[in-house]
């Protein structure tokens, strides 16, 4: 009863409250008031689809697992599924990890060529809107993990994992590949493709269109056709630049610029290309990387926009459009391209974390925050989930829920230790739940990170006045002089 009043009295408190809400129906279960419960449950699961007790469990860090098991039982009783390991992943569409595939050939700088492959065949399995396939920066943590295919399937939530391996020696290419149902390590179908060179995109299309016709011949019906390069050469210089750009680093960034670059200089009309070249100079404005912002996002949407002109059904595009979009403060841009973006491949994940950022920060953070939680499910292991929970702290305390966005916000903090946003949202929200002595000290952490923070770090970050006077406000309150 203690638990219902609490719900209900933050929902008085906060209508919008999801949070209360799921707290709500299931004390109203354990309280045996069943109608009432499954009505809230309704409520709950229209901004959480899909959501099982068992993923919604993963959220919680509670020191009394009795507690949550309590709570988990009574979410089940109001009607949640309950998505035990096995029966969660088969309840949502064909899930399918792409393992990277191994480059065995006598050249070890041609990993990126191996890769290269790995991500068309993912980028092409994708393009089947009934199948989610893991992203690759999720996918390729694995990369010489001992860990076994049920292991990394589990970890990831998938049904079927593709393993193989790449062979190049001079103009000629030799690609194994086996798709593992994960369970039980049942092998459902494996070949070989010898080819020329020039020849290693028609094997990459039959090596995506035998995983589909070996799962369930029925998704064919459902796929989107995308283009290949005019020429190999392009191709190659944008899997490098790929391969340099999910590093993360700002020296390898700079040379996936011109890898993008040379490509675009051989193939003017290669969509993918354009796409990269503005999702690479967006992603260098947004980690403070660029000596020239405002001429960056520019060039950033010019490419962007003739991506989309080249192929306006690729969703790196318009999820290029949308990156550039948010970096610039239009909202309502950012929301329509990366919008457009899932629906062309419901597994892109930036793709999630930049719909759930439109919403977040143009004035709707309630529906943000799902789209956020949709980007970590997508991509559970991303190098960029610290920036996804992130993304999804600023979302639960714009909306008042403190309480979610200090658990997210120390999530966020655990994966990447100097995320000075993270350390900012946890100070705030502490702030605002009345935990003086608990906000200093995280301020005192931030500080010693970065000793000439203040209030102008916030200037990149679309806000309204009054969220931005909150922030300011809890800042100066955590000071000393506070």
Do not use: C
């Not at 943590?141 to 994992?161: K, T």
């Not at 290693?200 to 283009?227: G, L, M, Y």
């Not at 929970?389 to 120390?410: C, M, Q, S």
């Amino acid at each position: 009863e203690a638990a219902l009043a609490w719900a209900e009295r933050s929902l008085e408190l906060n209508p919008r409250y999801i949070q209360a809400v799921g707290y709500k129906a299931a004390s109203l279960a354990q309280l045996g008031r069943i109608e009432e419960a499954r009505a809230e449950m309704d409520r709950f699961l229209e901004h959480f689809s899909g959501m099982t007790a068992a993923r919604y469990k993963k959220r919680f860090n509670f020191k009394n697992e009795a507690d949550v098991d309590h709570y988990m039982d009574g979410l089940v009783k109001a009607g949640m599924p309950p998505g035990d390991d096995a029966s969660d992943v088969h309840t949502r569409a064909v899930w399918l990890a792409v393992l990277p595939f191994d480059n065995i050939g006598a050249d070890q700088e041609q990993e990126y060529f191996a890769d290269g492959i790995s991500e068309d065949v993912i980028t092409g399995l994708s393009a089947y809107r009934s199948m989610r396939v893991i992203a690759r920066s999720s996918s390729f943590r694995y990369r010489g993990s001992d860990l076994s295919i049920p292991a990394i399937a589990d970890e990831l939530g998938v049904q079927y994992v593709l393993e193989g391996s790449v062979r190049k020696s001079g103009d000629k290419v030799r690609v194994t590949a086996q798709l593992i149902e994960a369970p039980d390590r049942h092998h459902i179908w494996a070949d070989r493709y010898d080819s020329d060179l020039e020849d290693i995109f028609e094997a990459q299309d039959r090596i995506t269109a035998s995983i589909v016709a070996a799962i369930d011949p029925a998704i064919r019906s459902d796929h989107v056709t995308r283009p290949h390069p005019g020429d190999l050469r392009a191709w190659d210089h944008l899997q490098r630049a790929w391969h340099l750009l999910w590093k993360a680093k700002s020296d390898s960034h700079l040379l996936a610029i011109d890898h993008f670059r040379q490509a675009i200089e051989i193939d003017p009309e290669y969509p993918e290309a354009h796409a990269g070249l503005g999702t690479a100079l967006s992603f260098g404005v947004w980690l403070l990387w660029s000596d020239d912002p405002a001429s960056d996002l520019e060039i950033a949407e010019r490419h962007a926009k003739r991506a989309v002109q080249l192929d306006d059904r690729d969703a790196l595009g318009h999820e290029a459009l949308a990156m550039v979009a948010y970096a610039k403060g239009r909202m309502e841009s950012t929301i329509k391209e990366a919008d457009r973006a899932i629906q062309l491949n419901p597994s892109r994940a930036v793709a999630h974390m930049l719909a759930g950022a439109g919403r977040i920060h143009g004035g709707d953070p309630e529906s943000g925050i799902p789209l956020m939680t949709k980007a970590i499910e997508i991509s559970p292991q991303d190098p960029f989930n610290t920036w996804f929970i992130g993304g999804r702290a600023i979302g639960h305390l714009l909306a008042g829920h403190y309480e979610d966005a200090v658990v997210d916000a120390r999530e966020a903090i655990k994966t990447r230790y100097g995320y000075l946003m993270g350390r900012v949202i946890l100070t705030v929200a502490l702030v605002q739940l009345g935990h003086a002595d608990d906000a200093s000290k995280e301020l005192a952490s931030l500080l010693e990170i970065d000793p000439e923070f203040g209030p102008d770090y916030l200037a990149r970050y679309t806000l309204t006045e009054e969220q931005r006077q909150m922030f300011e406000s809890s800042l100066a309150a955590a000071g000393p002089d506070g």
